[in-house]
């Protein structure tokens, strides 16, 4: 989506807003060969708004920001590092990137895809705990895909 403009999401509700950054959020990580889920919960019992398996095998988190009340609001993302090799924020075109931190990885999205603004730093996960992590990912899809 590099080359396309960002639909602007102002006068969206809370809801709309943090649909339409997921989902383009989602679109962009599939484009780029990663495959994410939605709200997964981690073991510390936090809810990842996307989590994503990269095709080398690492585990993205990617928290969805609607808006700078969301983001002030909701302090518990730093409790996510620990599940994942990359943090990312996802937030819609019109949100005031200056606020938020350094270190996380930024991704601007509308509903219908994104653009990866700031590369995520690395912190790889030990291998025990992607091995953990990689094998309930698989088993959440695998059970979402079935829905029995």
Same mark, same amino acid.
């Given at each position: 989506?590099?080359?396309?403009?960002?639909?602007?999401?102002?006068?969206l509700?809370?809801p709309?807003?943090?649909?339409?950054?997921?989902?383009?959020?989602?679109?962009?990580?599939?484009?780029?060969g990663?495959?994410?889920?939605?709200?997964?919960v981690?073991?510390?019992?936090?809810?990842?708004?996307?989590?994503?398996?990269?095709?080398?095998?690492h585990?993205?988190?990617?928290?969805?920001?609607?808006?700078? #009340?969301?983001? &002030?609001?909701? /302090?518990?993302?730093?409790?996510?590092?620990?599940?994942? +090799?990359?943090?990312?924020? =996802? %937030?819609a075109? #019109?949100?005031? &990137?200056?606020? /938020?931190?350094d270190?996380?990885?930024?991704?601007?999205? +509308?509903?219908f895809g994104? =653009? %990866?603004?700031?590369?995520?730093?690395?912190?790889? /996960?030990?291998?025990?705990?992607?091995?953990?992590?990689?094998?309930?990912?698989a088993r959440?899809?695998?059970?979402?895909?079935?829905?029995?």
């Amino acid at each position: 989506m590099a080359q396309t403009e960002l639909i602007l999401t102002a006068g969206l509700s809370r809801p709309e807003t943090t649909g339409q950054v997921t989902r383009g959020a989602a679109r962009l990580l599939t484009a780029l060969g990663h495959a994410p889920l939605l709200e997964v919960v981690l073991p510390n019992g936090r809810r990842a708004d996307l989590m994503a398996l990269s095709p080398q095998g690492h585990i993205h988190i990617i928290e969805v920001k609607s808006g700078l #009340e969301d983001f &002030r609001s909701d /302090l518990k993302w730093p409790e996510y590092a620990p599940y994942c +090799d990359y943090f990312h924020f =996802a %937030v819609a075109p #019109e949100f005031p &990137r200056h606020i /938020l931190p350094d270190g996380p990885g930024l991704i601007v999205a +509308d509903a219908f895809g994104g =653009a %990866v603004i700031t590369q995520a730093q690395a912190t790889p /996960l030990a291998p025990a705990r992607r091995k953990a992590l990689t094998l309930s990912f698989a088993r959440l899809a695998a059970l979402r895909a079935t829905e029995i």
